[in-house]
């Protein structure tokens, strides 16, 4: 097993505050200088798993990057460079507290909730008559308010998040276009590799200077879901499971092993052999989802390492 970062207790140049979240922990600087370090926690059903998957930090990392590089032409994001492998620097922004959640295809929860009996979600209709994995006739926008470490997400309609005034109309608006551009150019990304961008997650914050700009990752297997696109229609014509590239394989074993994150239900055993599996799995996503050969990072004295790097940086 390789090592992993699992928390970091940083204090570089300048600092004003640290906030950890679910799998990454976020530095902010003097002058509104962010250092965001992707960690190798695992989060599923919005708990944190006792032990860490190695690479997932970097894959997780420069994913993001790689994203956040081609669709910067579109929407403007706070990144401004990578110094090592798990880390990203930008620019400091206040977040909006809303995950801007977009499906193209009825799967995951929407594909549960929709088992269910129900018909809304968000407050946006569902058609009648969907198989699990169908195509909505056009993307549907699900937003969920932020939970903090340990709590659960929350679904809400875009009419709840403008009565309780989380975001503002003109605000709201915004961050619908972005969201349904950046999905799009998300969706041809995939399909020039071969995959189905299925659904989403996007986060924005504003600067200092009222600029929303694009925060966060932006279409990893964490925050995102992919089918491979050759086999897709027999397999929903079959009405055989979709060949996935995400983190729903974690979910999927996390349920069959009675763990959905519900009060009084433990986390199972992560071994050694089913931590490895995953961190294989993950490598997979990322060559799959970037057409590039995964590098491993030198994990020898990652902590070290990671603070040497971001060091060098704030000095140059």
């Known amino acids: ?17 640290v906030y950890k979240g679910k799998v990454r922990e976020v530095y902010e600087l003097e002058n509104d200088v962010l250092v965001m370090i992707a960690t190798d926690r695992l989060s599923a059903f919005d708990v944190v798993m006792p032990k860490g998957i190695p690479y997932k930090g970097q894959i997780l990392n420069q994913i ?61 209709p569902m058609p009648e008559g969907m198989k ?10 699900t937003p969920a308010t932020k939970a903090e470490m340990g709590d659960h997400d929350e679904d809400i309609s875009k009419e709840e998040l403008l009565k309780r005034g989380i975001v503002s109309k003109e605000d709201y608006d915004v961050l619908e276009k972005y969201t349904r551009a ?16 299925v659904d989403t997650k996007y986060e924005f914050g504003k600067t200092k200077d009222g600029k929303i700009v694009l925060i966060d990752e932006i279409h990893t297997p ?8 050759d086999g897709y229609e027999e397999r929903q014509a079959k009405g055989e499971p ?10 999927q074993w996390l349920i069959a092993n009675n763990f959905q994150g519900l009060e009084g239900q433990t986390v199972p055993e992560m071994t050694d052999a089913y931590i490895d599996s995953v961190s294989q799995r993950y490598i997979e ?16 004295q990652i902590q070290e390492r990671i603070e040497k790097n971001i060091l060098a940086y704030l000095k140059g």
């Open 285 to 300: 996503l990322y060559e799959n989802i970037t057409g590039e050969t995964f590098i491993k990072a030198d994990t020898e």
């Open 1 to 17: 097993m390789s090592n992993t970062i699992y928390d970091t207790n940083f204090n570089f140049p300048g600092q004003k505050s």
């Open 132 to 141: 699990e994995n169908d195509k909505f006739p056009s993307p549907i926008i």
């Open 222 to 229: 964490d925050s995102s879901r992919y089918f491979y696109a």
């Open 182 to 197: 950046l999905f799009e150019r998300g969706t041809e990304i995939a399909a020039s590799r071969g995959l189905i961008l």
């Open 242 to 251: 979709q060949k996935q590239l995400s983190k729903e394989f974690v979910r």
């Open 64 to 124: 993001a990057t790689k994203m956040m590089e081609s669709t910067s032409d579109i929407v403007p994001n706070w990144l401004t460079a990578t110094p090592d492998p798990n880390v990203a620097v930008g620019i400091a922004c206040e977040p909006f507290k809303v995950e801007m959640v977009i499906r193209g295809y009825i799967s995951g929860h929407a594909a549960r909730e929709y088992k269910l009996g129900k018909r809304m979600l968000c407050g946006v």
